[in-house]
């Protein structure tokens, strides 16, 4: 299932107001500050050495300072077959850390007031002819669908099943959700936390409810351009410019090994929607990661309601979710991130508040057989090489 895999990770601490524009002219400008060189080089060596000890094509790491000082490694190849070369400016899908982009935005109206994180969704939603049958439905807060204990489940079967049978047939997020409609909750609403795609999906549609317009217009009209996050796109169509070859094992039920078939995603995206729905870069990532632990995309006021977290198990020992976010606690201290799957690729990005640095890798796999390390781990490694050397170093 989809959620499986899909997992996120991601908070933020306070930060000076910065003028947006300036921010997203800066971040085009060639890191060129003494010191990147070596880091950059570290960055590499740690990449390919996960690389060949894996077996996976290809990947590429972005880091990104407080500073806003940032850069991005490749490594491997992007069409395993053509052996072409990845490029460190190359897209991939990023399955669930897509979650932030829909998350900052329904945080950035609460802080407009043009929605409140304890009004019951149906305020919103009530008069849709389908919401009635959500699990849970005339108890659900848009609080909940944000740090998912709304008790909402996953996708249904017969939905599961038919991505399977004929996963390039076009679905839209509307079809995922109905696949719930009239089944038992996963528990009470607000009781525990269960991940489900389905929670940010109907949080999307409490968003576009609330502003009348697309959510992904609204992302990018209101997040990605101030933001200067151009290589950051949504995944609204089979054939998206830029996506690189993503390889996801035979064994792969939704459309076998290669993903990218004539150029276009063998599994057709447009369900995804909420649930993810974005293809990315990584140097945009740890980028963007940074503007939302930092709240660049949002009121800084929403931090402590962002940060009060519930236990989330499922994530990992130790895991705890915010609204939108989730945290764990790493060699280099606590973090903050979002991790992502889609057939044929992995994401992972963190935040390390105490170091003040945002790490990001993806791979053009989601094969497990080709994966020797959890990309957790990997990403912390990566933002230990990248740390800058003291000056007595």
């Not at 690189?244 to 035979?250: I, M, W």
Request: glycine letters at 10%; a neutral charge.
């Amino acid at each position: 299932m989809l959620a499986t895999y899909s997992r996120c990770l991601t908070i933020a601490i306070p930060l000076l107001a910065v003028n947006l524009a300036d921010l997203a002219r800066d971040r085009h400008q060639p890191s060129t500050q003494p010191g990147i060189t070596k880091s950059r080089d570290r960055v590499r060596r740690v990449l390919e050495e996960f690389r060949t000890a894996s077996g996976f094509p290809g990947a590429i790491a972005g880091v990104t300072y407080a500073d806003g000082t940032s850069f991005a490694v490749a490594v491997g190849t992007s069409d395993r077959d053509a052996e072409t070369p990845m490029k460190e400016t190359d897209l991939m899908h990023g399955g669930s850390v897509g979650k932030t982009f829909f998350a900052a935005l329904a945080l950035k109206l609460v802080g407009e007031d043009r929605l409140s994180l304890d009004d019951n969704i149906s305020n919103y939603l009530g008069k849709e002819p389908w919401f009635e049958g959500l699990p849970n439905a005339g108890a659900i807060t848009v609080r909940m669908l944000l740090n998912h204990t709304s008790g909402l489940p996953g996708y249904g079967d017969t939905f599961m099943q038919g991505l399977v049978e004929s996963p390039g047939k076009e679905r839209s997020p509307l079809d995922a959700v109905k696949s719930i409609l009239g089944e038992k909750p996963a528990n009470a609403a607000g009781a525990a936390f269960l991940y489900s795609d389905v929670n940010y999906q109907v949080l999307a549609f409490v968003v576009e409810h609330v502003t009348g317009k697309p959510a992904y217009d609204d992302i990018r009209r209101r997040i990605l351009k101030p933001l200067g996050l151009a290589r950051i796109v949504p995944a609204d169509r089979p054939k998206i410019p830029g996506l690189v070859s993503g390889y996801a094992g035979a064994k792969n039920p939704f459309g076998g090994d290669k993903m990218l078939v004539n150029g276009a995603l063998a599994l057709d995206p447009r369900f995804e929607w909420g649930g993810g729905g974005f293809v990315t870069n990584p140097r945009d990532l740890a980028r963007w990661i940074a503007d939302f632990c930092e709240a660049r995309a949002f009121s800084p006021k929403l931090l402590p309601e962002i940060f009060t977290t519930v236990d989330a198990p499922e994530l990992g020992k130790g895991a705890r979710s915010g609204l939108g976010v989730e945290v764990e606690q790493t060699p280099l201290g606590e973090a903050y991130g979002h991790g992502g799957y889609f057939p044929g690729y992995f994401t992972q990005v963190r935040w390390y508040p105490g170091k003040r640095i945002a790490v990001a890798v993806q791979i053009n796999t989601s094969d497990d057989s080709l994966v020797k390390r959890s990309l957790k781990d990997v990403v912390d490694d990566l933002a230990q090489a990248a740390l800058k050397p003291t000056p007595a170093s």
